[in-house]
């Protein structure tokens, strides 16, 4: 009796090490399928108390993710199969499929956040009165859910105990190698559907020039992009020293984009980076990747423990004492780097032109809404959510949430932003890509308009107000 699997694709969209494909291609017959679904786009609400309207996804991760699913075709059809395509809610459009081509079973991968979740839910109960099993498949972390030392429900809520103990106690398993498919089931034929190009009206956006790198999606140009900064370029040496940096391709690895749609697995760059240690250099910047990625691990395993308390305005610490406030007007000027503040003006700017911005940058935009002015974090952090190319649910909403004070650490994040303007952008070159106006001043003047002579102003034709914003707040140097 010939048995058919169905494999639902999600934020899982590779070949290499990926458990959900790996147990799929055990069957006779494979029917793999990537479904674009109507809530991921559009405006929606955000839930809960004080809910707001945002929009779901924007142009610059539009993009990435067609084109992320147009590779996973690819390198299917390399494989003797094939990805079948469809628009619409996945616990509706799963059973449909899997009546017409007689499944017996679907392989998904699963994840921590409720709304991620309950679409599995969805989907499972549906396809249980279909009688198809449903198996998920935890994938997208380096180290499994599995191997922690401790149930994820009670792990510390601080990263330093949680990074030591998996250093010390857990292990990160080897990475899959790409499986040998099965072919799709011949009822298919040609129907396998169209990669759409503005998905439920969304346009996909075109990067500024000026971006730190031209992304592409898809895991060929992950692997790549893998190949390029840790062989080719051999950046992996310094990482540690330049991953601050904030102008060009090769500062910092730049592979969250790939990792947040799981085109790259962070089990391949770990494997990665050992080979690199036994074949070039270890030291602290090697580390530091794999640091990184632990830091993308607890956030992981945080929504675990705490779901949607990490989307609540009070936080996981429950935070009553902080009076945040709403002002259209102010937000609109921090989202479009309006602010005054050249070094969130130019992240901000950045952002919606490409979709990318360096950490560093973003922590100081981001400290800038919540810290300065006091704006509920989670209108910023939902604006990361439309803007990202790189947007994972968890680590934007825990990131943001640690920068407001209501979320994994206790300490005031704050920070001096023409502080740390002039630490590591000193001679402004970010700020002058993102805002032109700047151009002839010094860096100082640069990162600090307002204290510019009247007559120098004057002189290089930059007028505050007109040419580039009075500050919203008064920021000075420490």
């Known amino acids: 009796m010939t048995r058919t699997a169905l494999v639902w694709f999600r934020r899982d969209l590779r ?15 494979l029917l793999p399928v990537y479904c674009f679904d109507p809530r991921a786009f559009g405006k929606r609400e955000y839930g809960g108390p004080n809910s707001f309207s945002f929009e779901k996804t924007g142009g610059h991760r539009t993009r990435f993710l067609t084109e992320s699913v ?3 075709r690819e390198r299917l059809r390399e494989h003797g199969c094939d990805l079948l395509v469809r628009e619409g809610k996945p616990e509706d459009v799963l059973p449909e499929l899997a009546a017409a081509h007689d499944a017996d079973e679907l392989h998904c991968s699963t994840y921590p956040t409720s709304e991620e979740k309950d679409v599995e839910s969805a989907v499972t109960a549906a396809l ?3 009688g198809v099993e449903v198996q998920s498949h935890w994938g997208h972390t380096l180290y499994h859910v599995d191997d922690l030392p401790t149930d994820p429900r009670v ?10 103990a998996v250093e010390a106690e857990s292990t990160v398993r080897d990475p899959l190698p790409e499986p040998a498919l099965p072919p799709l089931p011949v009822s298919v034929g040609d129907d396998t559907g169209e990669v759409p190009t503005a998905p439920f009206g969304t346009d996909p956006a075109t990067a500024d020039d000026r971006g730190a790198l031209p992304f592409a999606g898809g895991e060929g140009r992950a692997i790549d992009r893998v190949e390029e900064y840790i062989w080719e370029g051999d950046h992996l040496r310094e990482y540690k020293e330049t991953r601050n940096g904030l102008v060009g391709a090769d500062y910092s690895s730049k592979f969250s984009p790939w990792l947040a749609l799981g085109c790259l697995s962070p089990r391949y760059v770990h494997d990665e980076v050992r080979r690199y240690e036994a ?4 030291n602290d910047s090697t580390y530091w990747l794999l640091f990184e990625l632990c830091w993308r691990d607890f956030f992981q395993f945080q929504f675990v423990k705490h779901g949607n308390q990490h989307f ?18 102010r937000f609109r000027l921090w989202a479009t780097g309006q602010t005054g503040i050249p070094f969130v003006d130019a992240a901000m700017r950045e952002l919606n032109e490409t979709g990318y911005v360096s950490n560093r940058a973003r922590q100081n935009a981001a400290s800038f809404l919540a810290n300065n002015l006091r704006l509920d974090w989670r209108h910023g952090a939902a604006y990361f ?3 990202l190319l790189d947007y994972d649910p968890c680590s934007n909403y825990g990131n943001w949430a640690y920068i407001a004070g209501v979320g994994n650490d206790s300490r005031d994040r704050q920070f001096d932003i023409v502080w740390q303007a002039n630490r590591y952008d000193p001679d402004a070159a970010y700020v002058k890509r993102w805002i032109p106006a700047l151009e002839p001043f010094s860096a100082e003047e640069a990162h600090e308009p307002w204290t510019i002579p ?5 002189d290089h034709g930059l007028e505050l107000g007109t040419d580039y914003p009075e500050p919203m707040v008064r920021l000075e140097r420490t």
């Not at 009247?454 to 004057?458: C, E, I, L, P, Q």
């Open 155 to 164: 792990i510390d809520d601080t990263f330093t105990p949680f990074r030591k």
């Open 312 to 329: 609540r305005r009070e936080g996981i610490r429950n935070r009553t004492d902080v009076t945040w406030l709403w002002d259209d007007r």
């Open 454 to 458: 009247r007559h120098r102003r004057r």
């Open 385 to 387: 959510e439309t803007k």
């Open 279 to 282: 074949e070039r250099v270890a």
């Open 15 to 29: 070949c290499h090490d990926n458990p959900t494909l790996a147990a799929a291609a055990e069957a006779d017959e």
């Open 128 to 130: 249980s009165d279909e």
């Open 70 to 72: 147009a590779d996973l």
